[in-house]
């Protein structure tokens, strides 16, 4: 026969006066050190009592209940309940919620007491941070939340900066995955993303301190103690749209300045107005550096300035402050040591003295105009200014008269004998001229490029490129069965028989759509973007999706011509030939990764035998010719039409260098070496063809420019370009 479960009888809650109420001597928590009242007070004052107090009657020596209940369990909300009754905001028979333990019960007033101390757990700081975060959320400001619970607000923007670490990160933390000051030091960066990525990266390294995890965080960031930062100041670089990463837990020294790129052009900025302000003292140059090289002023000639004389306000404070200082001496010659207040006020006669002593420099009007000034920032970052360099090509050079016959008029031998007959170079005519690494400041910037250096193409100008060329071998691929197939086995049997993981090939064999994060506007528009989508909208069409049964039925049926073509089209849509941002931090694809897949693309264009021209790219001013440097686009030109029709447009301004250059291009098939095929190459190893341009081998053919046939006849064009 089956045992009946016993049923659980709760204890019956009454409300008792708060003066029928005494603590029991039976209350386990007999020492106070540590144990405040005042804010439990202040709380239920705020929001009302949240506990109960756990109760007995009180009985005489014959067993009758007194009136009284003494409190086992509940002492420190009586004592809080007792200090507002003396505050007299709580009257002494207000009722006070009680939960009243029968007198015949077994438990003891002591374990009642022992196991509400005992079994109450503390709140995880997870949740009390984003118990915090939700009455944000609701209203409650920092103040008040800091009020509330007896904290400063400090304390709170604590809290709540912990409750803003990514969601993952803090599921970690409360699984144990990591420890508090871990925590806190990824508030540093608000940058979710970036979080995750530092403590991928750290959670099984050796090293997972948190100032690693800091420092890993701040690693592109600039320190407010900088001497950019101090020179600009932080307040302006949060008036420019600047943001700055602050630590709540620790000293930041002012926080990391999380856009360095800003602070640079404010900087740059700032550099400049000082050395326009320069301008006025009529000096040859200025050169504008953040930092100047060890040796900056190597082969320079130093000039030597005289000090520029006191006027007589100076004068006349100097020689107060000398007398002061030497009365001073006088009067204190006889003791040992001065007193403090003179030794302090001794100190600051001698600095306001050298103040004044230390004169600017008046250099020779002359030898001003051949000199320039570096202006640059100190280690402090204060503002550094070296007036008086002169260059070795800006020196005074004497002339040498040479006349025939007897040289009477020789030098030497006629005119001013003693006399000098170099003349100072002029300043320019457009006045001092202020350059930055060697180059002008002010200057148009599609003009940096001048020097004619051909520099890497933009990595984001490589990432549409690589888009277009994506989209081409992805609507090449999807025509090419046998290729599909053949490029789907290379993945599968690398895949198969590689130990180790290799990344970095040119299709994703889940055929996981790529998107395309990089691309040029006119990439939906393309040619070969149609013809992908018009296959794709017909196959759709025929395909019985969504049925799983229905579409295995329709596959095994369909013919062998038709089951290849579908095969291409799905592999087609894996196809990645796209040029990434390389991660130092192990996410995405490594470096060399990168390569081999660039490789893998090449291998694939020629087997499909792709030509980005046919595919419908051509060089536009939006598109490439106006996102690269002069250079690029005259080299360009030089491949598609020749030596002479380059040299025709070497000294248009950017802007009309390119629109030309588009015109004259039109058609050409020339390529950037980013689009162009690595196997079309000549025997010497030099590309030829795709890429080239149709007419680079006739350098004798020159095409004129729009703006030098824009009004002639055909013939009379003809003509200009024959000669």
């Known amino acids: 026969m089956a045992k009946a479960a016993q049923k659980i009888t709760l204890s019956p809650s009454r409300d008792i006066p708060f003066d029928q109420l005494v603590l029991s001597q039976s209350n386990v928590r007999r020492i106070k050190a540590g144990v405040s009242v005042e804010e439990l007070a202040e709380d239920i ?51 006070i919620p009680c939960i009243v333990r029968d007198a015949a019960s077994d438990i003891l ?100 301190e948190p100032y690693a995890i800091r420092r890993m965080l701040t690693d592109a960031s600039v320190r407010a103690s900088d001497r950019r930062a101090v020179f600009v100041g932080v307040d302006a670089y949060e008036a420019a749209g600047g943001v700055v990463l602050r630590d709540l837990f620790q000293g930041d020294d002012g926080g990391w300045l999380e856009d360095p790129a800003l602070l640079g052009r404010l900087v740059a900025k700032k550099l400049q107005a000082e050395a326009e302000a320069l301008a006025s003292e009529g000096w040859k140059w200025i050169e504008v550096a953040t930092d100047l090289p060890y040796g900056y002023s190597h082969g320079l000639r130093r000039l030597a300035g005289d000090p520029a004389p006191m006027t007589d306000e100076e004068s006349a404070a100097h020689a107060v402050l000398l007398a002061e200082y030497r009365a001073l ?26 103040a004044l002593e230390q004169r600017p420099l008046i250099y020779d009007p002359v030898e001003v105009g051949r000199a320039g000034v570096f202006v640059t920032l100190d280690r402090d970052g204060s503002l550094a200014i070296y007036r ?94 046998d290729v599909a197939l053949t490029l789907l086995l290379l993945k599968l049997v690398t895949d198969t028989f590689h130990t180790s993981s290799a990344s970095g090939s040119c299709l994703e064999a889940t055929v ?9 506007p006119d990439l939906k528009d393309s040619v ?45 849509f894996g196809i990645n030939a796209l040029h990434e941002k390389v991660n130092p931090y192990g996410a995405g694809i490594s470096a060399s990764g990168l390569t081999r897949r660039m490789a893998h693309a090449d291998l694939v264009a020629r087997a499909v035998d792709l030509d980005m021209v046919e595919a419908g790219w051509e060089p536009t001013v939006d598109g490439y010719l106006n996102r690269v440097p002069k250079a690029r686009i005259l080299e360009a030109v030089r491949e598609a039409k020749g030596e002479g029709t380059a ?45 080239q341009g149709e007419d680079a081998g006739e350098p004798e053919d020159v095409y004129l420019p729009a703006f030098l046939t824009a009004d002639l006849p055909e013939t009379a064009a003809s003509m200009m370009a024959a000669e």
């Open 109 to 208: 007033a002591e374990d009642d007491s022992l196991a509400e101390n005992m079994q109450r757990v503390a709140l995880h700081p997870l949740d009390q941070f984003r118990a915090f975060h939700a009455l944000r959320e609701k209203g409650q400001g920092e103040e008040a939340i800091a009020a509330a619970f007896f904290v400063t607000p400090q304390i709170v923007k604590q809290r709540l900066k912990l409750a803003s670490v990514a969601p993952a990160l803090l599921e970690v933390y409360a699984e144990d995955g990591m420890t508090l000051e871990q925590l806190m030091a990824f508030t540093v960066n608000p940058d979710h993303a970036r979080q995750e990525q530092v403590w991928d990266a750290v959670k099984n390294s050796w090293n997972k």
């Open 45 to 95: 004052a705020r929001r009302g009592l949240l506990q109960s107090l756990n109760v007995r009657a009180v009985r005489d020596a014959d067993g009758v209940e007194t009136g009284t209940f003494e409190i086992p369990a509940g002492g420190r909300r009586f004592q809080a309940l007792s200090l507002l009754v003396k505050q007299k905001r709580l009257a002494k028979t207000a009722p």
């Open 647 to 691: 040299q025709l447009l070497d000294h248009l301004k950017k802007g009309e260098m390119a629109t030309e250059a588009e015109r004259l291009l039109k058609g050409s098939g020339w390529l950037p070496e980013v689009l162009r095929r690595a196997d079309l190459a000549a025997g010497d190893g030099e590309e030829i063809a795709e890429g």
């Open 329 to 354: 001496e006088e009067e204190y010659a006889g003791q040992d040591e001065y007193p403090e207040e003179i030794d302090a006020r001794l100190g600051q006669l001698e600095l306001a003295m050298e």
């Open 512 to 520: 996981r759509h790529v998107y395309m994060s990089a691309q040029a």
């Open 388 to 481: 008086g360099y002169v260059r070795p090509e800006d020196e005074p050079h004497e002339e040498t008269a040479v006349q025939d016959g007897d040289g009477v008029d020789a030098m030497g031998q006629g005119g001013d004998v003693g006399g000098s007959s170099w003349k100072p170079s002029a300043t320019p005519a457009g006045g001092t001229i202020i350059t930055s690494g060697g180059q002008p400041i002010g200057a148009d910037p599609s003009e940096e490029d001048d020097d004619g250096a051909l520099k890497p193409l933009p990595e984001r100008l490589v990432m549409e490129l690589t888009a277009h060329r994506t989209l081409a071998l992805r609507e090449a691929i999807g025509r090419s069965p």
């Open 528 to 572: 070969v973007a149609k013809l992908v989508d018009e296959r794709h909208a017909a196959w759709e069409a025929d395909l019985p999706l969504g049925d799983d049964a229905a579409l295995w039925d329709y596959l095994s049926v369909l013919d062998e011509g038709s089951r290849q073509a579908l095969l291409a089209h799905c592999v087609s």
